[in-house]
T-cell receptor
Framework: NAGVTQTPKFQVLKTGQSMTLQCAQD?????MYWYRQDPGMGLRLIYY???????DKGEVPNGYNVSRLNKREFSLRLESAAPSQTSVYFC????????????FGPGTRLTVT | AQKITQTQPGMFVQEKEAVTLDCTYD???????LFWYKQPSSGEMIFLIY??????QNATEGRYSLNFQKARKSANLVISASQLGDSAMYFC???????????FGAGTRLTVKP
């Protein structure tokens, strides 16, 4: 089992460019999440998907869109990147009734110049 | 308002000693969950322990225990018999069903000294 995988691992974008971060899990989890981690601020929830076909905003959704493509995959899109979106992005998944026990991917380090 | 507060940016502990990492939280929900994650320097997030607000006993998982004091709204992590591999960032977090959201604290960097 690979667990939760994320691509790419690193990315540098210019302001205004767009990109999609990919996430996939092979644990048959219903729920998936996207977080960003900034220095000194811990993790903040961007969007989550409680089950296939549903998505909801988290604490910091502005500037992002998500797609729950199927049960395995949950992508995060930046339509017009801004320097404030420089961060490390983590995808996670969990069983529906065990949201506290999330399994995290290795993260994507994004720099927007 | 800050939902989760970790007041110790950094902590040091001698190998084999116990250490307590502080966490206080703010919620008006009666039902909520508290949990701790570890983030080693490699960057991955590792789930450690969970405490439900209605759980009467403090949660324990091996060398980790959660000192839950509901009236004081605190959920401190106790690591017994520290090991060098415990050196990492530790995050306290809370889930509130009302908001269906999860909030993390800013983290505490623990360094275990040989």
């Amino acid at each position: 089992n690979a667990g939760v995988t994320q691509t790419p691992k690193f990315q540098v974008l210019k302001t205004g460019q767009s990109m999609t971060l990919q996430c996939a899990q092979d644990m048959n989890h219903n729920s998936m999440y996207w977080y960003r981690q900034d220095p000194g601020m811990g993790l903040r929830l961007i969007y989550y998907s409680a089950s296939e076909g549903t998505t909801d905003k988290g604490e910091v959704p502005n500037g992002y869109n998500v797609s729950r493509l199927n049960k395995r995959e949950f992508s995060l899109r930046l339509e017009s990147a801004a320097p404030s979106q420089t961060s490390v992005y983590f995808c996670a998944s969990s069983e529906a009734n065990r949201a506290y026990e999330q399994y995290f991917g290795p993260g994507t380090r994004l720099t927007v110049t | 308002a800050q939902k989760i507060t970790q007041t110790q940016p950094g902590m040091f502990v001698q190998e084999k000693e116990a250490v307590t990492l502080d966490c206080t939280y703010d919620t008006s929900d009666q039902s909520y969950g508290l949990f701790w994650y570890k983030q080693p320097s490699s960057g991955e997030m590792i789930f450690l322990i969970y405490q439900g607000s209605y759980d009467e006993q403090n949660a324990t998982e091996g060398r980790y225990s959660l000192n839950f004091q509901k009236a004081r709204k605190s959920a401190n992590l106790v690591i017994s018999a520290s090991q060098l591999g415990d050196s990492a960032m530790y995050f306290c977090a809370m889930r509130e069903p009302t908001y269906n959201d999860m909030r993390f604290g800013a983290g505490t960097r623990l360094t275990v000294k040989p």
